[in-house]
C-alpha cells in the first residue's frame, strides 16, 4: 500500500477524529486499503458502531443493515440514517434469513468476539453464494509489538507492565489476536475462500499507535481515562489535525517491511 494513499486516507478521517490521534491513525490505514473495493447490493455491518464510520467509506451503499450488542450503540445507528435497520443481537445469532446479503463489512470487529467461529459461520450462513466478507482485524503483532509495557518492564517496573497491559487487553477485548495465518485458517475452516489480503500498520507505524493507544486509555486516578483530559488539551488547537499529518507522513518513512504488520484487511468469499 502506497504511503500517499494512506495519508489520503488521513486526510478523510481526521474529519471524524481530528483530536483523536490513535483512532484517525489506525482509521487512516483501514480506509486506505478499503478504497481498493467497492460494496453494492445488500450489505451486513456486522458490529456497525454509530455508522459514522461506514458512510465515510461507503456513501452510496443504500441497502445497509446493522448489527450491534449494545443497545444505546444501535440506537446511534439508527439514527445515523445509514442503515435500514439495526439488530441489537451477537454477530453469531444475526436474525435475517439465510443468503440474504451480498456482502458483509466487518470493521475492526471480528477480533473482540469470543466465538469466531460461531462467528464466522454466521456469515457464511449469511451470504449469498458468491458472495463476499470485507474486514479489517488485528493480528497477534498487535500483541508481540506493545510497547508501553516493554519500556516500563525494561525501567524495573515489571508488575506496573503486567498490570498495564492487561488493562490494555482487557479494555480491547482481543479475544482473537490471530496470526495471518491463522486468520486464513479460520476462514477456510467456516468455508469461506481468501481471495485478497491487505496488511496495515507496519512495525514503527505499530509501535507508536500502540503507545498512544495504550497511553489514551490509562486509567485515571478517580475514574476514566488519559485521553479524557488529553482530548480538549488537543481539541483546543486547530492547528493539530495538520500539524499531525506531518507526523504521520515522518513515521510512513520510517517503515521498511509493509508485509510484517499488526492488522490486516482481508477479502474473503463464499462458494458460489
Known sequence: MAADSVLQGYDAVSLLYPHIPPLSHWRAWEYAAYQNYRLQGRILDLGCGDGQYFRLIWPDAIDVVGVDMSQEVAELGRYSGVYRDVHVAPAQHVPEPDASFDHVFANCSLEHMDDLDAVLAEIYRCLKPGGTMLCSVVTDRFVQWSLLPKLLAAAGFDDVAKTLQKDFLDF??????????????AFEQAGLVADEHIPILPKFNSSIWLMMDGLWHLKRVGGGEVGDEVFPFLASNQNFPDAFRKVFAGLLEMENDWQDCSGAVFLVSKPG
Do not use: K, R
Open 172 to 185: 480491547h477485548h482481543l479475544a482473537n489476536p490471530l496470526s495471518v495465518d491463522a486468520w486464513l485458517n
